[in-house]
């Protein structure tokens, strides 16, 4: 299963609020649960564990509707050779520095230690995040200009 | 020149004072590394927005190297703009702030800041501060989209000269910018929020949401408390526009 996929699938249960979720396609299998329950994936290619969280509601008497970020749980492990870029801050994710830009990088854009790889923008800062390793991108997990938690994995690269 | 702690670089036109501090802060330029520019031909806002930059105003940037976290940067927002406020307030003049960052003089943009950082795992390489100040109403901002939405400084300080502003900004930024933990931190939003335009129904805007309601204070990072009709909501990020 592509990580696209995956990534899909948690987005719709975090949409529907589903806790527990499990699919089977040929020798492919997941299973998400959510709550801190470790996700099973059997298949032939390497497994990825992925946990979500649950919504935000624990909540202070004092401010009884506010959600303050939380740091999210999920987690998502990447193979030996590989370097899970994550975002350092809550805010706004954007692969260009303006709508009319390209993007910093593509999948498969070779990237080195200062690369800028995205924007991810908190209250009118544009933070420019840059690559920490040299290698290649093999997979962008966050759509442009959707919110990111603490903490998030945007980018997976091979490490060259 | 200086202002003090700056180290000043007064240019006449320039495409993006920011941009050219990111070329000067990728050759190692220190902290305080200041360019001035008597306008911009390539003038930017918020996701490459065009900032209008004629002559007359001021458009500065100023280069900082803070020990900070990426998840401390957003307080960097209410401190920069809070700095740059109190350069400009005067006993009795309306000035406000409003959320996160903009100087308003009766409700017209009078100072925008535009921050830019760089970072790389949890270390912050550098913030840079664009600042763009607007000393004197032109043609141009009675006109067209900017119409009734714009203020200068010579509407309430006539003798006021870029000089002046210089210093009193050199002053300010060092007072906030660094106040971004402890009691300081506190003491800062404090501040901010006092002089802070609250209440008014206001919208935010971010993208093709949109969210109606009054804001109600600030968040202990920073962040705006939005009441709805749904109930109280944290704000992160989007333009706050009134509704």
Redesign the interface.
Same mark, same amino acid.
């Given at each position: 299963m592509e990580l696209k996929e995956i990534r899909e699938i948690l987005k719709l249960l975090k949409r529907y609020e589903i806790q527990d979720f499990s699919l089977q396609r040929g020798d492919n299998r997941v299973r998400i649960r959510r709550g801190g329950a470790v996700v099973e994936r059997s298949a032939a290619a390497p497994a990825s564990l992925v946990t979500m969280p649950e919504p935000a509601q624990a909540q202070a008497p004092q401010? %009884? $509707?506010? #959600?303050?970020?939380t740091v999210p749980q999920e987690t998502l492990s990447v193979g030996e050779n590989q370097f899970l870029v994550t975002s350092?801050?809550?805010?706004?994710f *954007?692969r260009a %520095?303006? %709508?009319?830009?390209p993007p910093y990088v593509e999948v498969g854009t070779v990237v080195s230690?200062?690369t800028?790889l995205c924007i991810v923008? #908190?209250?009118?800062?544009?933070?420019?995040?840059?690559?920490?390793v040299n290698g290649k991108i093999s997979a962008l997990l966050v759509e442009n $200009?959707q919110?990111v938690e *603490?903490g998030e994995p945007i980018f997976i690269v091979d490490l060259a | 020149m200086t202002s003090e702690r700056m180290i000043l670089h007064h240019y006449g036109e320039v495409s993006s004072t920011n941009d050219l501090i990111k070329e000067m802060a990728d050759k190692g330029a220190p902290e305080w590394t200041t360019v001035v520019a008597q306008s911009q031909s390539a003038g930017r806002g @918020? =996701?490459?927005?065009r900032w209008h930059s004629p002559r007359g105003n001021l458009y500065l940037s100023v280069l900082f190297r803070p020990e900070i976290?990426?998840?401390e940067?957003?307080r =960097?927002? +209410?401190l920069s703009s809070l700095a740059v406020f109190m350069a400009l307030y005067r006993d009795k003049t309306p000035l406000n702030l409003k959320w996160?960052?903009d100087i308003l003089l009766d409700g017209r943009k009078i100072a925008g800041?535009?921050?830019?950082?760089? /970072?790389?795992?949890?270390r912050v390489?550098y913030?840079v501060l664009g600042i763009g100040i607007n000393l004197k109403l032109q043609e141009t901002d009675q006109a067209g989209e900017l119409a009734g939405k714009t203020a200068a400084v010579e509407e309430f300080d006539s003798l006021i000269g870029v000089e002046d502003i210089l210093d009193d900004l050199s002053r300010t930024l060092q007072k906030y910018c660094f106040a971004y933990r402890g009691s300081s931190w506190t003491a800062a939003r404090a501040e901010w929020s006092k002089h802070a335009a609250w209440g008014r129904r206001s919208m935010i805007v971010?993208?093709i949401e949109r969210v109606e309601g009054c804001p109600v204070k600030l /968040?202990?990072?920073?962040?705006l +408390?939005l009441e709805t009709d @749904?109930?109280? +909501? /944290?704000v992160?990020?989007g333009d706050l526009v009134e509704a």
């Open positions: 401010q %009884p $509707a506010v #959600a303050e970020p350092p801050i809550v805010g706004t *954007y %520095p303006s %709508p009319e830009s230690q200062g800028v923008e #908190a209250m009118k800062i544009m933070n420019e995040i840059e690559c920490e $200009a919110p *603490y | @918020r =996701m490459g927005r976290l990426p998840s940067l957003p =960097m927002s +209410i996160p960052n800041v535009l921050l830019e950082g760089r /970072t790389q795992g949890d390489d913030v971010d993208g /968040t202990e990072g920073g962040s +408390i @749904r109930g109280l +909501i /944290t992160q990020s």
